[in-house]
């Protein structure tokens, strides 16, 4: 975030700078409107040789508003477990005068820039994570789903797996966010309902029974479709939660729950490995 842009609260500018100061930035992207961020946490005693899992997290605001640091707690918490966790800037609405689909490349870009830099970074270029909130979602459903998935020939910028909240899964007319779009064909084109298929990557959504912008029942049905094509989709609601409801400084029970869930996945799914507490001799 740009502390020069007045528009912007002190307060929220000195929260973000104290909220990242203990990760390493690095610019992933350049556009006309400024550089693309990619904010990299280590765990203690990482190492360029290692080949950890890495979980690339995107923040949600319907593509609109910047908020690279929603996810930090989350990623903080894969840290913690042995990851290498990222939250990425994204270009939006207000910031960068774009629509979903230049949000959706960038996803796509960070997430091939993770795996081009895998030796850089100590992770595994076969494992890497990505995950969001509403918008965040849905540009990281994007990255794995849509056909057209940037590469450069050896590597691919669609992820291993994906750990959603609050996901926008439709982008049609009966949807959310057509006309964020500069054309109604494009937000056809890439919804996430659009482009099921065998063979996706393993994904877990989390989803508040009492969410007001994305009905539950979509996200269900949305779940239940990946399954019938033979893919991992476990879908996790919670009750009285509404579209924000895993965040920390919302409902710190349901927070953890989410990310306890989350370890469980990952740890069934390959990507982490068990507590040596968890391990039944």
Do not use: C, M
């Given at each position: 975030m740009d502390s020069s842009d007045k528009s912007v609260s002190p307060i929220a500018v000195i929260r973000d700078e104290e909220l990242?100061?203990?990760?390493?930035?690095?610019?992933?992207?350049?556009?006309e409107k400024g550089d693309l961020t990619l904010h990299c946490f280590y765990p203690e005693g990482h190492d360029e040789n290692d080949r950890r899992s890495a979980i690339v997290l995107f923040h949600g605001g319907e593509w609109d508003q910047p908020m690279v640091t929603q996810f930090v707690?989350?990623?903080?918490?894969?840290?913690?477990?042995?990851?290498?966790?990222i939250v990425a800037e994204y270009r939006t609405a207000s910031a960068h005068s774009s629509t979903p689909l230049e949000s959706i490349s960038d996803a796509q870009t960070a997430i091939l820039w993770v795996r081009k830099n895998n030796r850089y970074l100590g992770v595994d270029p076969e494992k890497i994570i990505a995950g969001g909130s509403g918008s965040g979602a849905h540009i990281a459903l994007c990255s794995a789903m849509h056909k057209k998935v940037e590469n450069n020939g050896f590597f691919s910028g669609a992820p291993n797996a994906l750990i959603l909240?609050?996901?926008?899964?439709?982008?049609?007319?009966?949807?959310?966010?057509m006309a964020r779009f500069a054309f109604k064909r494009d937000a056809r084109r890439t919804s996430p309902n659009k482009n099921i298929r065998r063979k996706l990557p393993p994904m877990l959504?989390?989803?508040?029974?009492e969410d007001p912008i994305v009905p539950v029942s979509n996200v269900?049905?949305?779940?239940?479709?990946?399954?019938?094509?033979?893919n991992v989709a476990r879908?996790?609601?919670f009750n009285r939660a509404t579209h924000s409801f895993f965040n920390f400084n919302?409902?710190?029970?349901?927070?953890?729950?989410?990310?306890e869930s989350a370890e469980g996945f990952l740890i069934?799914?390959?990507?982490l490995e068990p507590s040596p507490n968890d391990v039944i001799e």
């Open positions: 990242l100061k203990g990760a390493e930035s690095i610019v992933y992207k350049r556009t707690p989350q990623a903080l918490n894969f840290v913690a477990l042995g990851a290498v966790g909240w609050s996901a926008i899964v439709d982008t049609t007319k009966r949807g959310l966010g959504f989390f989803h508040g029974k269900d049905k949305f779940a239940q479709r990946l399954r019938s094509k033979r879908f996790v609601p919302v409902n710190q029970h349901y927070f953890v729950q989410t990310l069934d799914q390959g990507f």
